[in-house]
């Protein structure tokens, strides 16, 4: 029994030394978490999805351009279209076309890195792929997560083939959603009363017989409906368990907005997948004790939310795996990348408010 636990080390080492060389025996696979640092910090640099047409429409990471490796000119495309002063990060389905692309690309003068298990591994370790509109995510028990991001506050989250809407809009300025072209929710969010998170008309729009809609107090009022939740409260609905928690503001000059007590944030538990949803808050104490948050929606506009830095504090309490800033109005998020993606969490900017 002894003599089998060196040869178990060597071969764990053997495997290990696959996992991360390329073709050509040099290491230059890294992991997910160091991949994503990569492709947010090294500037210039070139995202490459080295799989099919047809598999990098069916979702990519975000940010990536598609050359097909087995194109008999896939060198020469590289070439055309990928400056060589900028880093080229490849990656493939699991690791072996993308090793195959960098070994194709070596004497190109290239600093090249490729992602250990290709796009496999980035899903299992839950962070997004993309379609264009829709970013989706897998659980751990193998089912996806899509997200849209629509205006402001409002998005779609469709789970399981259940689909919830968070602080559904129809009209914020000059865009406008159609929600009459939605699907019916199974689920509806609100935050808060303010216009720009309820809007009773989409609410209308959106709802079927069964449909549960989920309020802060103030807004039930309003509305004349809705299961109520205020802070501290959790449920399960159609097995997603929703956890509504405080959102409010502590800056002296803007209590008036958002006071203590009144509006929900909520976390929403999808299997494993923990996505906290914030509202209208400030950094308050109690984001200290969120725990185990996949995937954050922060506020970041002033007078009403969080400045870029409070965002950026916020995360850095919260540590979920990925963050997206909404609610962003005019706010120049250009801060956001630099300061948390060396902390290994990655930003998602969307277009909530071109």
């Not at 351009?65 to 194109?71: K, L, T, V």
């Not at 389905?93 to 960098?102: D, F, I, P, Y």
């Amino acid at each position: 029994m002894k003599t089998t636990i060196p040869i178990l080390i060597s071969m764990a080492a053997v495997l290990s030394n696959t996992t991360s060389c390329n073709a050509d025996g040099n290491q230059s696979q890294v992991g997910c978490q160091e991949f994503a640092k990569e492709i947010q910090t090294e500037t210039p640099l070139v995202l490459l999805d080295v799989r099919s047409p047809e598999e990098y429409a069916s979702g990519h990471i975000p940010d990536a351009i598609n050359i097909n490796f087995f194109d008999e000119d896939f060198v020469e495309q590289v070439e055309k279209r990928v400056p060589k002063e900028d880093k080229l990060a490849l990656y493939c389905r699991s690791g072996v076309r993308s090793a195959k692309a960098h070994a194709a690309l070596k004497g190109k003068d290239y600093n090249i890195i490729d992602l250990a298990g290709g796009i496999t591994a980035w899903e299992k370790d839950e962070l997004p792929i993309t379609t264009g509109n829709l970013d989706i995510y897998t659980t751990s028990a193998g089912r996806k997560v899509e997200i849209e991001s629509l205006i402001h506050a409002s998005l779609r989250i469709v789970f399981d083939g259940k689909e919830i809407e968070v602080d559904p809009v129809g009209t914020m300025g000059n865009r406008t959603t159609d929600y009459s072209q939605f699907p019916k929710a199974d689920l509806i969010l609100v935050t808060h009363e303010h216009y720009d998170h309820l809007d009773p008309a989409a609410i209308k729009t959106l709802s079927k017989p069964d449909t549960v809609v989920v309020t802060n107090p103030s807004s039930a009022a309003i509305l004349g409906f809705g299961e109520v939740m205020k802070n501290g409260d959790k449920r399960e609905i159609s097995g997603i368990t929703i956890e509504a928690v405080p959102a409010y503001n502590v800056s002296p000059d803007r209590l008036q907005f958002h006071p203590e007590g009144r509006d929900n944030g909520y976390i929403l538990t999808l299997d494993n997948l923990r996505i906290y949803i914030a509202g209208d808050t400030e950094v308050i104490p109690e984001m200290s004790q969120f725990k185990d948050i996949d995937i954050a929606f922060l506020p970041c506009n002033l007078p009403y939310t969080m400045t870029p830095e409070q965002l950026i504090k916020a995360a850095e309490i919260i540590k979920p795996k990925v963050l997206y800033p909404y609610h962003y109005g005019t706010t120049d998020l250009s801060s956001i990348i630099p300061a948390l993606a060396p902390q290994g969490i990655y930003v998602r900017i969307r277009p909530f408010d071109p």
